[in-house]
């Protein structure tokens, strides 16, 4: 039973992550446009009527109202295939309409694509009507079962929610905003690019599509501190640090720069515990700074490239320094200096990679 529940666990998660991958680059794609044009024609652009810059901010308001419709739609379809997508397009769109948001159109993706397999598996047509089935009864039926059910039982109470969440952040001040944002910020942090940061990413994704911009910066404080706190750690005690951990570093800071936080895992894996915790005290202020100054990122992704897109980037960057640092230091004071024993078991692991390199290659 519980491999079977753990087997049910993977497929669902593998359908969020779908819908996810769907979303991302039209966040980013809407989300550089609004930025640029707001970048050019300052804050009052929805005023400037027929300008460029009005245009840029036009089409990624408009492709932002695209984002809770797609992410619907691609969880459908990658539950029941194509005839989950159309009525998971129009449930997400209704999602939309009452205002259930980013956790609504999750929620209506899995209710469409699962009402479209409950329905295959029941409905029995003749041979001759088979070919109905994809592209009439199933997207027919799916649409008008799910779209009423999100309308009426499971819709109301996810607008109730979504309201107080949204509500509970604009209503935060000082201390909260700072305990909010450090609590985001060690999350981003604490597994670098695992669960826990998926989880803190998806909820300031949903943040995003409903205009609340701050939680999106703190993720990308707590994505590219490690890397950057990391690295200043070494430069400060290279004397702590193997050959591998050195090697390892230059990929890591350059991903970094990219918001890419994996390339330390390798140097995380050889002392947990004392890089997890420099990583994430330090993502934890840098975030509170961030919430309680008021900086905001409205787009999803682009590391170190977007952040002249950002309110307040000289901010963000002062919070980015200020945690990098933070790091740096205390991982250097809480890290041993390596010794002989370390660098002779890289010297052991190396040559064993290469051993079965070669076998692979001779067979």
Known sequence: MSDNKRQYGQEIKGHLLTGISWMIPLIVAAGICIALGQVIGGPDVGKQTGTIAWMLNQIGGWGMGLIVPLISAAIAYSIADRPGFAPGLIVGFICGQIGTGFIGGIL???????????????????????????IMVLPLLSTIIAGLLMMTFIGQPIVWLQ?????????????????????????ATFDFGGPINKTMSLFA???????????????????????????????LTRHKYTKAEKEALKAAFPMGICMI???????????????????VVASAIAGGLIMVW??????????????????????FCLALGI?????GVMLSLMKKTVTQADEEFDDVEAPGVRDEEIKFTLE
């Open 323 to 327: 945690g990098t640092v933070v790091c």
């Open 294 to 315: 008021g900086v905001e990122a409205p787009v999803p992704h682009g590391g170190m490239f977007v952040v002249p897109l950002f309110t307040k980037p000289w901010l």
């Open 261 to 279: 936080t994996e390339g330390v895992i390798p140097i995380a894996a050889r002392d947990l515990l004392r890089v997890v915790a420099s990583c």
């Open 163 to 187: 309201k107080a969440l949204i509500h509970l952040l604009e209503s935060m001040q000082g201390g909260s905003k700072f305990v909010m944002g450090a609590i985001l910020g060690a999350m």
């Open 205 to 235: 994704d949903g943040m995003l599509v409903d205009g609340i911009y701050g939680p999106e910066a703190v993720k990308f404080v707590g994505s590219i501190i490690p890397p950057f706190g990391i690295t200043l750690s070494f430069l």
């Open 108 to 134: 209506g993706g899995f209710l469409v694509g699962y009402t479209v397999l409950l329905l295959r598996r029941t409905i029995k047509l003749p041979q001759s009507m088979q070919g109905l089935m994809p």
